[in-house]
């Protein structure tokens, strides 16, 4: 599974499932291009650790996702970096949960562009420099809302349901160019940001930490288990190895049995 070489762009990877995507990345020998939010001093930190440990080029580029001209100038520093991108892996994402009649039109806009048109416009980026190299990986990060609903969140399984069928589109397109174009969807992944939520629901429901976990975040998932961020790496590296060359235009389900009902 050695991606020793390659070069990958993790949008939205200075945290949660993005970080652990680029450091899977990185300690298979990719270089790393990370994007995202947060404290610039934090940031730095990442980015030279991963630097340090795994001995590849780890770049940081602060493109704001809401941007069409961010992103594509994003994409373009990073194939001037490492002379081409080899992996593209679209993560950025936000959430709001809403009742439909209440639902801000500003947070429709803000989810649908994060996660669904950001998706459109870094791949449109990086697509020319894959086709004229000969290869490449496109891989998005989906949701189990991709193939099912929940209520109170429209806008994320919009654009979710969006991405897996853009991800079948463009496998299409590049099925004759060695581009493979996949997408990953979890369940609940155990990132800090879901722990943070977990003292709030225990006070608000009266229930203990172990409550919450099975009963409130969990209650779709069968195996009552979080995803961890290392699963959704290794997957992501066998998504961008050699051995993964003829599956294109997939959603991969990783939702401890979530959508198999």
Not at 8 to 17: D, F, Y
Not at 151 to 178: I, M
Not at 200 to 229: G, W
Request: aromatic letters at 6%; hydrophobic letters at 45%.
């Amino acid at each position: 599974m050695s991606l020793k070489g390659k070069s990958a762009l993790v949008t939205g990877s200075t945290s949660g499932i993005g970080l652990g995507v680029a450091t899977a990345y990185a300690a298979q020998g990719c270089n790393i291009m990370l994007n995202g939010l947060g404290d610039a001093a934090e940031i730095e930190k990442t980015r030279a650790s991963l630097e340090a440990q795994y001995g590849v080029k780890v770049l940081y580029n602060g493109a704001n996702m809401l941007n069409p001209d961010e992103i594509r100038a994003m994409v373009k520093a990073a194939e001037d970096a490492f002379g081409g991108i080899d992996i593209l892996f679209n993560n950025a994402g936000i959430q709001f949960v809403s009742p439909v009649e209440d639902f801000p039109d500003d947070k429709w806009q803000q989810i649908l562009a994060i996660n669904c048109s950001a998706v459109f416009y870094a791949t449109k980026a990086a697509v020319p420099g894959m086709k004229k190299r000969g290869n490449g990986r496109i891989i998005n990060l989906s949701s189990a809302h991709s193939l099912v609903a929940s209520p109170f969140k429209s806008a994320y399984v919009t654009a979710k349901h969006g991405v897996a069928g853009f991800t079948k589109t463009v496998a299409l397109e590049l099925a004759t160019h060695k581009i493979t174009v996949n997408a990953i969807a979890p369940g609940y992944v155990w990132t800090p940001l879901v722990e943070k939520q977990i003292p709030d629901t225990m006070k608000a429901r009266n229930m203990t930490e172990e409550q919450v976990k099975r009963d409130v975040l969990l209650a779709a998932q069968p195996t009552k288990e979080f995803v961890t961020v290392e699963q959704v790496g290794a997957l992501a590296v066998y998504l961008a190895s050699d051995a993964a060359s003829q599956i294109t235009g997939t959603t991969i389900s990783m939702d401890g049995g979530w959508t198999a009902a």
